[in-house]
């Protein structure tokens, strides 16, 4: 049984070792590619943060701040791509929604849409600047003190002025917060969209080079991905125009 112990302590301290030797690994690539990106060297900055998403941590402040690097060294694709995925993390940050708002402008074609189903915009706006994380974490909160109150009046069969309309707005705020956080959940990852990069993106009719050219897309469009068929992507994009691109020309945010 000691020596059952003493693996497992050895192990939990050679786990913690690298664990603080690869969190520092990536502050000091960070802190790198922030002096890089001061200097004006943007695409040794670009460098510095992308060997941090490579070890697989995102973050809004390293998205932000690749999105702000890639702009200045005239990536425009890759700076909206950044941004939003940056905004996916925080989304009420000002920083974040001025910047993607502002390199929009610089998008050589503009596809601003409309939104058809007047629901799904007013859902939109309700959870827009919450992250999902507080969303499930408000879910739960209701739910635990509906459960408690249910406690009381059928478990302990506690009985006070106002408990049944204490049960009542909890029912209705437990399934209110969690029907937000399943739409913001469906909206902002379920349903996959994807950031146009190339300068050359044909948008054709079919998932097929050989079929009717459709419109020439642009860096930085936004678009909906609908389905996948070999190298194409059925995409729409935000003023409901629709076509398939080859997927090299786009990444998903």
Same mark, same amino acid.
């Given at each position: 049984m000691n020596r059952i112990i003493q693996i497992m302590t050895v192990s939990m301290v050679v786990t913690f070792v690298l664990f603080v030797g690869i969190t520092s690994a990536q502050n000091s690539n960070f802190e790198?590619?922030?002096?890089?990106?001061?200097?004006?060297?943007?695409? !040794?900055?670009?460098?510095?943060?992308?060997?941090i998403e490579d070890s697989g941590q995102e973050s809004a402040a390293l998205y932000y701040n690749m999105g702000n690097a890639y702009f200045k060294n005239g990536d425009l694709g890759n700076a909206i791509l950044y941004y939003h995925r940056a905004k996916r993390i925080n989304p009420s940050d000002a920083d974040i929604l001025n910047n993607l708002e502002f390199a929009g402008r610089f998008t050589s074609i503009r596809m601003e849409g409309v939104e058809i189903n007047?629901?799904?915009? $007013?859902?939109?706006?309700? %959870?827009?600047?919450? *992250?999902? &994380?507080?969303?499930?974490?408000? !879910?739960?909160? $209701?739910?635990? #003190?509906?459960?408690?109150?249910?406690?009381? &009046?059928?478990?302990?069969?506690?009985?006070?002025?106002g408990l049944n309309s204490a049960i009542t707005l909890a029912l209705i705020l437990t399934v209110g917060i969690s029907g937000l956080? !399943? $739409?913001?959940? *469906?909206?902002?990852?379920?349903? &996959?969209?994807? %950031? #146009?990069?190339?300068?050359?993106?044909? #948008?054709? +009719?079919?998932?097929? +080079?050989?079929?009717?050219?459709?419109f020439e897309g642009a860096p930085g469009l936004l678009v909906e991905i609908i389905r996948e068929s070999g190298e194409f992507y059925d995409v729409l994009f935000e003023n409901k125009r629709r076509g398939w691109i080859k997927k090299d020309l786009v990444a998903v945010i």
């Open positions: 790198t590619g922030n002096k890089y990106y001061e200097q004006g060297d943007y695409q !040794s900055a670009i460098t510095m943060y992308q060997k007047p629901i799904n915009s $007013f859902l939109k706006s309700l %959870v827009g600047s919450y *992250r999902l &994380k507080s969303l499930g974490w408000y !879910s739960s909160i $209701f739910f635990i #003190v509906l459960i408690g109150l249910l406690i009381l &009046k059928y478990g302990i069969q506690i009985h006070f002025t956080t !399943s $739409f913001k959940y *469906r909206t902002d990852y379920l349903n &996959k969209q994807a %950031v #146009v990069l190339s300068q050359e993106a044909s #948008v054709y +009719s079919g998932p097929s +080079s050989n079929t009717d050219l459709e």
